[in-house]
């Protein structure tokens, strides 16, 4: 069935075409959400630019606001789900392209100790609390999986919308996030496992470890080779079309291997900065960012249940939990302490997003039997505080912290 | 259920969680998916550009390979038909916004001319061969409404590689082809009418008529008071934001109303053409096309079918309806012979492509149960024939018509 032709048929006939039609109205009403969520995010975005406040916040708000939560024009749903991760997809890729890997490598080892220091904190954190307040181990362990791994695209959209991606403490967040991906992943595995089989299934572990990392390395081995490369010589119509074909390969791998396919989104991304000056990548791959970027925010505004989040035990849990996740992160500043207190604390306040990644590890767990609904909206809290205060508060901290970076600036 | 974060939870797990691994395996797949339509249609394409042919064939080829009739590693879904269906609106979005409307009315006369012979014959054409090889009269009816409008989208990817989109004879196919849109509907309607009701319902018909008409009437009226319009002053994030916004909200409202979202998003397209050169809409919005509509091309030819089309029956039937299609198109070119015999014959083969607008029908009429098996393969035979002669006769055609255009031109 298709949809490009889509005719009155149900006015002007009555019924014997019920299958037709209802393929027909699906789609419709997919286009009318997508041009929904464009048009708000364009206004609700415009409103946030005009008040000097984070465009992504407004995004998600615009989300929140034509969602199930207030107006209902736009509801949950694997086709719009799509569509937002092809948004994570492209805005990864484009920050990845705007990121040179002995950029990152400079900053690696302050990278790592702010991923793993804020890994441990918080899952541990969040597994004591969990038990203290009556989870069962299990459902603990989940509350404490859910913490682990950072959102990076909230934080990235901010850094991108303020021009600071180039600066050490926004390449020590993008090295900590993939590496975070990537321990997220390791203990969500292991939970999961343990949720299941009530045992630790090694060989497997070990498996995802590996693959993880021989993926990584050699996404950043490819890095001096492609350098030398003529886009133009490639069987390909042109090089943005190598370039967006690589960018979705990367993507697909790596969800094939089991990361997240940001993760490899931006692999790809930071393999394509080597030639993005020479072949002019930038302003195409932000186009179509731009396009489907703010659709993505939005979805996560989409999917906040407001109603879930009045029970007043909830409520009481999902701050404890919050402060939790944010203390974990901001204690993983301290890795970074050789860029100065300020953009430690920069460091520290762009890890705490959970946003997407901590609602799939909910959503398993929920799924699995592991982890109930009251359980469920205790961590979906803890997602929204954790995504909303971010980026908040990282743009007034940065202007503080990098004086290059006026509070006032206007941007596009 | 979210994928930005898809662990290797299968392999050290043994279910519990099937019902999330089954929606991050679809989505995988369908990240896969478009990957592979990427891949196969830049590669296919780059050899279509190698030789000289037309890449919107060697798009739609790249579908037919890598799709069920071949490699069958991507299958029909409605998620891809929406992407696809993106990729459409995003491709007559971008010839909208190369179209400016005084050029179209300028050959309005020629245009309409061309529509209403092109319709008027290949449906009575349809209907007279139906009822003659044993159709009864409702499948006559289907097999002669599928014949009747032109799908533009193919012709003028071709006009668009070759730059040509600003000659008259262009801009009469893309007339004609609005005009046609709407014949076809009514048409369409008219029909469905009689197969469910055994009647004509003269009111929905009448009303449909009326408002198609006031749709197009509407964006055109909006032409004078748009150059007027400063975009940066809207409350929007960007001008190419209100673009993007508008353009889904006209195909959005088209889709509402009746008419196939690509008229809207084509008239959308001509208005915003008031203001392309100002705000530099076209690079951004050509980026985005870049993307998808190769993805529209490609599904295509993943929606074909080449094993239904072996019948000996099938075959006979179906060279002969696509010899009346292809006739019946070529008679409308006496519409335009005010510029020439030969730009004229660019106009009577232009219009010549069905592609999914009788695929449209040919679905309608089979899940009406108005038309068999048999009668719908013989119907994606003349989808098949009409949509890939077209492009493959254009551009030697356009080469010796408009001695502008030379045929080893090299496009990107």
């Known amino acids: 069935m298709n949809p490009f032709f889509v005719p009155l048929v149900g006015q002007v006939t009555e019924g014997g075409m019920a299958q037709a039609e209802a393929v027909e109205k699906a789609l419709s009403s997919h286009l009318f959400e997508i041009f929904i969520l464009v048009l708000a995010t364009q206004v609700v975005g415009w409103i946030f630019q005009k008040i000097k406040q984070p465009v992504v916040i407004g995004e998600l708000l615009a989300g929140v606001i034509v969602g199930p939560a207030l107006l209902g024009w736009v509801v949950e749903g694997s ?8 948004g994570a997809i492209f805005l990864l890729f484009m920050v ?4 040179r890997m002995h950029d990152i490598l400079k900053v690696g080892k302050e990278a ?6 804020g890994a441990i904190l918080p899952f541990f954190g969040g597994y004591y609390f969990g038990l203290y307040i009556g989870f069962n181990q299990v459902a603990s362990l989940f509350l404490g999986a859910a913490l682990v791994a950072t959102s990076v695209g909230i934080t990235a959209r901010v850094m991108q919308e303020l021009e600071v991606l180039s ?10 996030a993939v590496i975070d991906d990537i321990e997220g992943l390791i203990v969500l595995a292991i939970v999961s496992g343990i949720a299941t089989t009530g045992a630790v299934e090694t060989a497997g572990i070990v498996r995802l470890v590996l693959i993880s990392f021989a993926f990584v390395g050699a996404a950043m081995a490819l890095v001096p080779f492609v350098r030398r490369i003529p886009l133009e010589r490639l069987p390909f119509q042109s090089p943005l079309g190598v370039a967006i074909a690589f960018g979705m390969g990367m993507a697909t791998l790596a969800s094939f291997i089991g990361l997240a396919p940001i993760v490899g989104a ?4 930071m393999v394509m900065a080597e030639l993005r000056e020479e072949y002019e990548l930038e302003p195409p791959i932000h186009a179509i960012e731009s396009f489907l970027a703010p659709i993505f925010f939005a979805y996560m505004g989409v999917q906040l249940d407001l109603a879930a989040l009045t029970s007043r035990e909830v409520l009481i849990a999902g701050v404890v939990i ?8 901001l204690v993983s500043m301290f890795g970074a302490l050789s860029q100065g207190l300020r953009q430690a604390l920069v460091v520290g306040v762009g890890m705490v997003p959970r946003g997407e990644v901590g609602l799939i590890v909910a959503s398993i767990g929920l799924s699995a039997g592991a982890v ?14 954790t995504t909303i205060i971010a980026p908040l508060s990282l743009r007034p901290l940065i202007a503080w912290a990098d004086p290059e970076v006026p509070l006032t600036e206007e941007t596009a």
Request: hydrophobic share 65%.
């Open 79 to 86: 086709l719009l789900e799509f569509i937002a991760e092809l």
């Open 96 to 99: 990845g392209l705007e990121t």
């Open 112 to 117: 790592f100790i702010v991923a793993v220091v």
């Open 167 to 176: 600066r050490p403490y926004s390449r020590i967040i993008l090295g900590a």
């Open 266 to 269: 931006f692999m790809a991304g």
């Open 322 to 329: 919050s402060l939790i996740a944010i203390a974990g992160k």
């Open 372 to 385: 109930d609904e009251k359980e469920f909206a205790i961590v979906i809290f803890m997602v929204v505080v």
